[in-house]
């Protein structure tokens, strides 16, 4: 069973920076893009940041100078360090991987992590 499970959240003041993890377990074919999305309290989840197998990434405006993803193949593993963090960061964030099980499948599902709490204040 595929299982993502994130790190690395918490309280920063504005300006601070934190680093979001996300690995993936469990038996599996392949794996496409990882990324990340938020959900701020009354809003839509939204995309943040994604990365491809091949390295290429890609950025919500919102954090386009401020975040980067990246991500570890060997490891299975997603990261996002975000710089220069402000109040309007504070959402739950969520890691997903596009992924497929087996061959017998003919495309890939998302999955998602449980999230992981980012709050920004002074």
């Known amino acids: 069973q595929v299982q993502l499970v994130e790190s690395g959240g918490g309280l920063v003041h504005p300006g601070g920076s934190l680093r979001l993890s996300c690995a993936v377990s469990g038996s599996f074919y392949n794996m496409y893009d990882m990324g990340w999305y938020r959900q701020a309290p009354g809003k839509q989840r939204e995309l943040v940041a994604g990365a491809t197998s091949g390295g290429s990434t890609y950025y919500a405006d919102s954090g386009v100078g401020r975040f980067t993803i990246s991500r570890d193949n060997a490891k299975n593993t997603v990261y996002l360090q975000m710089n220069s963090l402000k109040p309007e960061d504070t959402a739950v964030y969520y890691c997903?991987?596009?992924?497929?099980?087996?061959?017998?499948?003919?495309?890939?599902?998302?999955?998602w992590g449980q999230g992981t709490q980012v709050t920004v204040s002074s």
């Open positions: 997903y991987a596009d992924i497929l099980l087996s061959t017998v499948y003919t495309s890939s599902s998302r999955y």
